[in-house]
């Protein structure tokens, strides 16, 4: 039977914020010493009530407490399921509290915090219940190690209610200038960037009950916000003089690019292994699973073959067209795989996770160096490795090969009648700024990593991380819009396309059209005659703001009630606006920015009843609505996601009146700013 032993200093604690090794049965000898620890100034303590039957955790055996706990692995991921599903059947909230507490310090800590969230994100009375960030629980994945020792020095020596100084995450730390990858370091490497992929993994899990898994246009979004990362990627990597990604189109060819982490595991406190550069990948055989090159190689095959026929086979030899509306979404689910969703897994197999399962063992893939896996063999660290984005330019790739045999759009699905985009700009602040030149610089910014570094009581609940950032000057966009016919719905969508690559050599409209930046989508309403639409660019439907990402604190940090309040409506899914522009080029970067009104009435999607409005869901564009459908009938990338009728963007845009551009220049300023 468990009884009430935990209890917190403030309202908004939950489990995740405890520190580890808290509950076992081995503290109940120690009680005395864990009750003064933990019992200053206690203003709420949180009775557990027994748990009417105690679980069998059996079936988590397999992974041990200080393994790597991998999204990838299908064994991890089935275990995972499971715990998810004890979560999600606990029958009401005392009983699923006390169940997290029981389960917490028996489990592999990553399993249970995976689980836990997921159980979180999912159950219906839990939905107001914070989820903090991944990077609060395990600032060991995100932040150098050596910053840890001045945390554990200034614990040290600074009284409990004294002001600790920020610990300073050093620029640039996992390579010299001689790699040319590093230039992307910023990007790759960034705190907000691995958190929102950690997040959006978790909304979007590839197993678990049908409640979890099966959502709305799950497999195309899995297809659109990846798509969407390497376009991002692609423009970031122009603006810094490197050339696109070279998609991982074979395996058996060495893959150039090292990577050494530098960061530590959460569960074993060795850094995550590296790979060096010039590493060929091997066949996998350890312990907790096997893959053959060859398999995969197989999968790819049929996957592609399936594509180029245009439908796939489900287990009884049925044939699902791919077509325009629903082929994305099926291939989505078969390429991931997400196995209860796979049209046929036995079939078109497990391409892409045992993909990333491959390359984050290439350094040890029998096991004889009993070394776990590397980066890549996580959602929390995945895009910090240049490798990432050429394993998911290829996956993209398969994608984008299937997209490109749909038809060419047409007039009537690209027009919008009566509609016309006279006027297009993007200027920063009210004052006499230029339009059309937006800024980016560097900036440091502290987070608070307390929930996941425990170095002894802290009053406030402080430990800050100080790290650089590139950050962005906010701006507005006006648009100007005739509409002749009468009073009409329309959903804005805005777009900045790269114009030249990385030598100045202009780019074709279908090279942009897969490097087109989603910036924003929302409806507005267009009354006949002239209208003038404003936006602001930190109301974007892909970003989240910076105090979603972070706990940030200053050095005097007092929460205030309203970064409690922000605190508690946390939900980390989304793109870091720090990040929502491109950093551009210290001389200026020349953008098409492209904006397009289309017709509301084709897009509008009826919600079902009696789902509440969430206030996280603002990143709706690549983290779509909890428990709502995916706000916007078109297929995700509109209109750019197909071919086009023209061969450049300018035929294009003259072509539609519902559409404009205008050139966009975006200026790197080198000095560091907070
Ligand atoms: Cu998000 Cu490969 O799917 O990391």
């Given amino acids: 039977p468990l009884e009430p032993v935990f209890t917190t200093r403030d309202q908004g604690k939950t489990v995740f914020d405890l520190p580890e090794s808290f509950y076992t049965d081995r503290y109940r ?94 159950r219906p009375d839990t939905r107001e219940v914070p989820i903090p960030n991944i990077s609060q629980v395990f600032p060991s994945n995100f932040i150098e ?46 705190i907000g960037v691995n958190s929102h992929h950690w997040h959006w993994h978790l909304v979007y899990p590839a197993s678990g009950p049908a409640t979890v898994v099966n959502k709305d246009r799950r497999g195309e979004l899995f297809y659109y916000m990846h798509h969407q990362i390497l376009a991002r990627y692609n423009v970031e990597r122009f603006c810094n003089n490197l050339k696109r990604v070279l998609p991982l189109n074979n395996l058996r060819e060495e893959i150039i690019e090292g990577y050494f982490p530098k960061i530590l595991s959460s569960v074993n406190n060795r850094t995550y292994p590296a790979r060096i550069s010039n590493q060929l990948l091997r066949d996998v055989d350890r312990p907790d699973g096997s893959i053959e090159i060859s398999d995969v190689e197989r999968w790819r095959d049929r996957v592609l073959a399936a594509i180029d026929q245009g439908f796939v086979e489900d287990t009884k030899g049925t044939r699902i067209p791919l077509d325009e509306k629903r082929g994305i979404d099926i291939l989505g689910n078969l ?62 790739n398969v994608f984008n090969k299937h997209k490109a045999l749909l038809p060419v759009y047409t007039n009537d699905e690209l027009s919008f009648n009566g509609i016309n ?4 700009e993007a200027k920063i602040g009210a004052g006499p700024a230029r339009p059309n030149t937006l800024l980016t610089y560097w900036q440091r910014s502290t987070a608070n990593l307390a929930a996941g570094l425990d170095f002894g009581p802290v009053e406030d609940d402080t430990i800050g991380a100080n790290f650089r950032h590139l950050q962005n000057a906010p701006w507005t966009y006006t648009f100007n819009v005739t509409n002749s016919g009468a009073r009409r719905t329309a959903t804005c969508r805005i777009f900045i396309c ?44 892909v970003a989240i703001p910076f105090e979603r990402s972070f706990r940030a604190v200053g050095v005097n940090y007092q929460p205030t009630a309203a970064d409690e309040l922000a605190r508690f409506r946390f939900c980390g899914c989304g793109w870091p606006q720090h990040l929502l522009l491109p950093k551009g080029k210290p001389e200026g970067m ?74 966009l220049t975006i200026r790197f300023n080198d000095k560091l700013v907070g």
């Fill in 145 to 190: 190690p050596s910053a840890f020792q001045d945390a554990r020095q200034e614990a040290s020596v600074v009284e409990k209610n004294g002001n600790r100084a920020p610990i300073t995450i050093p620029d640039n730390y996992t390579a010299s200038d001689r790699e040319d990858e590093q230039r992307l370091a910023y990007f790759r490497e960034d």
């Fill in 421 to 424: 985009v006279t006027y297009v």
């Fill in 590 to 663: 020349l953008f098409d920015l492209f904006v397009m009104f289309s017709d509301y009435a084709n897009e509008a999607v009826a919600q079902p009843t009696n789902t509440p409005n969430d206030a996280c869901s603002t990143a709706y564009s690549f983290c779509g609505l909890k428990d709502k459908l995916y706000p916007d009938a078109r297929t995700m990338g509109f209109p750019f996601d197909r071919r086009l009728p023209n061969d450049n963007l300018t035929d294009f845009v003259g072509a539609f009146s519902n559409m404009a551009k205008t050139d």
């Fill in 335 to 396: 390429v991931e795989a997400a196995p209860s969703l796979s049209v046929n897994m036995q079939y078109y197999g497990n391409l892409h996770n045992q993909g990333h399962n491959i390359i984050s063992f290439a350094h040890d893939p029998d096991a004889r160096h009993l070394e776990d896996f590397g980066v890549m063999g996580d959602v929390t660290t995945a895009m910090r490795d240049p490798i990432f984005y050429r394993w998911h330019g290829f996956i993209d």
């Fill in 29 to 122: 000898n120690n009680s005395e010493e864990v009750a003064n620890r933990f019992s200053q100034n206690v203003q709420t303590r949180i009775p557990l009530r027994e748990l009417t039957s105690v679980p069998n955790l059996d079936f988590a055996a397999k992974l041990g407490r200080k393994h790597q706990f991998s999204l990838f692995n299908s064994l991890h991921r089935e275990i995972a399921s499971q715990l998810v599903k004890l979560y999600l059947d606990a029958p009401n909230l005392q009983q699923f509290v006390s169940l997290a507490a029981y389960t917490k310090d028996r489990l592999n800590p990553v399993l249970f915090q995976y689980s836990y969230a997921v159980a979180v994100a999912h």
């Fill in 498 to 541: 790269p114009k030249t690559d990385e030598r100045n050599q202009p780019l074709r409209l279908e090279e942009q059209r897969l490097m087109a930046i989603e910036m924003d989508k929302f409806t507005a309403e267009l009354m006949p005659g002239e209208n003038t639409v404003r936006r602001e660019s930190t109301q974007s439907s």
